[in-house]
């Protein structure tokens, strides 16, 4: 079953009635579509009202885009089968897998079939030797966490949600370990994916490097499951640091701060996690995991390696804090005290929601070159200066990538379109800095015309020409990131 | 000029003349297509033997394929004019760096035109700030270094030739730094593109990270010249580490070795650089370089960091081969020290040579799980023995990566036959162990069977929906990596 964040009944949910609906004109499934799926699927093959609406919704401000059928798979024939028929019978297919999208990237707005590849749950593989493991799509992050810890290796890619390796791979998603980790882009090695004609390939051999071809791995993270469905994912793992420890530092400004994580990255050193909160977030933290944090705009570090390697890190890092300003650094070595700094950071977005009770929280995600960062973050933190609603800045500032989030009243039409029109000014800007519009919660519909601001008519072709030439009948996840036509 | 491993003319290349040509039937220019170039491009569009001569040869076994003219290229415009010019005279385009390919990447098998990058050989920019310099695709790797070592940053990839860093992009290169700073492929930031029909893209913004679309830099990263022309690369550079020290450790087998850097690996360590080198290797080295090294298998080590961590790198590694039968574990602090061992590696092949005055080195490179490698190598290694021509095997350890050097007598059909033979046997093997027929060379047109057999045919569909899509008319670097035709 999907994670969601909200727990209310999509029909009482008031903010997806005050957006415009994103439905186009459905390809309706004609009769024979729907008695080939019954024919091989059986009662995993359901049309019931319930089901179809939760599989037509994500954390997107859109409304339910309902699917006219969802069909539970369980393996990889299950998924070649559904496909076939897709592409016999015309029939648009969305892979489903937590449904924590944030830019409506499950929503059935041409109809079709929702592909639930929930049960489809497996570690099928653990190589503690070649550091990777094989899974299937619906596993889910946590989960993979859970089922190798005990072979003393992690999985370090964390979105915010608990969300699906599929749905990640699918999003290129990171999360606060990029910095030293990377993204899904860089940590999956390969990929079995069910092409649009139902055909079954293996994206790369299990090497770790290679030049043999086209990067067909890399083309499909990413890709939102509009070139293919993927159907395994091997992984890149790691050794469970020996030493961790946590730290915490204060600055007047939110530049000082991030000219502070510029300077410490110049060093050289490998700082395992370094992410910025504005003072609001911290108030926010504060109040919600009842924390006597200095509200002011705060970095939270995370050292990781050999005992000695993590002191050593601690003290450099101390040192070029206090040359730039930061007051009070603290930190955690207890295990305890670190738990709770960096539990405080993951429900930050809770936190924020706290902030004004019965408020929704609306997110955006942007990424800049990071001799940009200083700027884009105070620019942003000044156009939000007085606007009728809480908001907050936070950022995984090694990367420079930065999240606002504003909560704004569900029933405001007004607040609606205020926190739509700063999201617009916030991609912008990160835009005309060579930022990018998304660092990493993907396109989906939302920012499909962010997408064409961004890399240009031209370079959209070239994205255009891959998706004619991989879904020729155009039913894989169809008016998602790249529009069909020009 | 291209730097070449060889300095024979070749007129006098018997070696070349041993091997069958890989030359098809050439689209030949028209007149109107010559003028055409004539007009555009004046003496910077040459026909002279010598000059085509050059740049139909590589570094790999085939005998010249000269293409019908050499342009000479000085920026983006020349670059769209030559692609435009091609584009409307159905002319074969193939782009020329170094010349330093050893599967016979820049061969003009089909005619043409060969596009001469060396003299777009800039560096546009350098934003430590950023970790990140944009270079023109004709800058060699070295004179990259050079142009950057004042600003304390490096770029870390290092093939054994002193390759353009356009070759290196084309045929996702690595070399001795990857298990630590990664491939191309990781390296790569953004592009800028000339695609078939003459239009100029960029491929990503600058941003460390991006959700936003189909990774169109991954795309062009690999592609071998067959996709569009690469005309700006952004490159991650890094910190020049603060301390570095080298280690040498014997060991009786080549599969002790490798057993023990993957223990080493368990530990979560980051070593800067680990090779291996059998004797027939170290012996070559003792030789050339002027060293006295023990004459058995060897791991050469490169430990990077603070002064401290670089010290318990050291004492944790010197513990490990220990256990693993090492012997004579030796660490050079001193950074001449350091840099006979690492120059004596690079070194390896012009020393392998001497190992048999007057022979040629046959070079095959592939790349397996971890897991396997001891395996693959010890299997390699058998196969070898009692061959009529000396060998050696080196490796990149850490990643699953190894050559065999083959040191044959040009003048002799068996030997180049032999040696073919036990390049396939090595590629077969590494790909039936979920291995890659390529780590860091490429397919081109030596590989392209490999290709296949790795891949699968569905997969290598795959791959040519992209080429039809993106080279509709079959003009850039036509016949290389994956056949127009199933």
Request: glycine residues 8%; contains cysteine; charged residues 20%.
């Amino acid at each position: 079953m999907p994670v969601a964040w909200s727990t209310k009944p999509l029909s009482q949910d008031t903010k997806r009635m005050s957006y415009n609906s994103p439905m186009k004109e459905a390809r309706k499934m004609s009769d024979a579509a729907r008695e080939a799926f019954q024919a091989a699927f059986g009662d995993r093959f359901s049309t019931t009202a319930a089901v179809r609406e939760h599989h037509g919704a994500d954390e997107s401000p859109y409304p339910a885009c309902p699917p006219e059928a969802v069909v539970f798979v369980r393996n990889t024939e299950d998924v070649i089968t559904a496909v076939k028929l897709c592409n016999q019978y015309d029939v648009p297919l969305i892979p489903f897998g937590a449904g924590s999208s944030i830019e409506g990237h499950v929503l059935a707005i041409e109809g079709g079939v929702s592909l639930d590849m929930t049960e489809m749950n497996k570690v099928l593989n653990v190589s503690p030797e070649d550091f990777s493991v094989t899974v299937e799509p619906g596993v889910l992050r946590k989960q993979l966490n859970d089922e190798i810890r005990h072979t003393g290796l992690f999985f370090p890619i964390d979105p915010g949600a608990n969300a699906s390796i599929g749905g990640m791979t699918s999003t290129r998603a990171s999360g606060t370990n990029a910095v030293r980790y990377g993204t899904m882009r860089e940590n999956v090695i390969s990929l079995k994916v069910v092409t649009a004609d139902g055909k079954l390939i293996r994206t790369s051999s299990h090497a770790r490097k290679s030049s043999a071809g086209y990067d067909l791995t890399r083309i499909f993270v990413g890709s939102e499951g509009t070139l293919g469905i993927i159907v395994e994912i091997t992984l890149r793992v790691y050794p469970i640091p020996e030493a961790i420890s946590a730290a915490i530092c204060n600055f007047e400004t939110l530049a000082s701060a991030v000219q502070c994580v510029n300077q410490i990255m110049q060093t050289g050193i490998e700082i395992g996690r370094v992410e910025f909160i504005d003072a609001q977030g911290v108030k926010a933290a504060n109040k919600y995991s009842n924390l006597s944090l200095k509200e002011t705009p705060m970095l939270l570090f995370e050292f990781t390696g050999s005992a000695s390697s993590v002191n050593e890190q601690i003290e450099i890092v101390q040192e070029i804090t206090k040359d730039n300003g930061g007051m009070d650094f603290e930190w955690a070595q207890h295990q305890e005290d670190r738990n709770r700094l960096w539990t405080a950071r993951h429900n930050l977005y809770f936190a924020c929601l706290q902030l004004r009770p019965g408020a929704r929280a609306i997110t955006t995600d942007v990424c800049v070159p990071i001799s940009r960062l200083a700027e884009c973050v105070t620019d942003t933190a000044n156009d939000l200066e007085g606007k009728p609603f809480p908001w907050s800045i936070l950022g995984h500032v090694g990367d420079g990538n930065f999240h606002v989030l504003m909560m704004i009243d569900p029933e405001s039409p007004e607040e609606w379109a205020l926190a739509e029109s700063m999201n617009n000014r916030v991609v912008q800007r990160a835009i005309e800095m060579e930022g990018t519009c998304t660092g990493e919660h993907g396109i989906g519909i939302h920012k499909m015309g962010f997408l064409k601001m961004e890399h240009g008519e031209d370079a959209i072709h070239m994205m255009r020409l891959l998706k004619h030439a991989y879904d020729p009948k155009n039913i894989l996840n169809p008016g998602k990131m790249v529009s069909w036509d020009a």
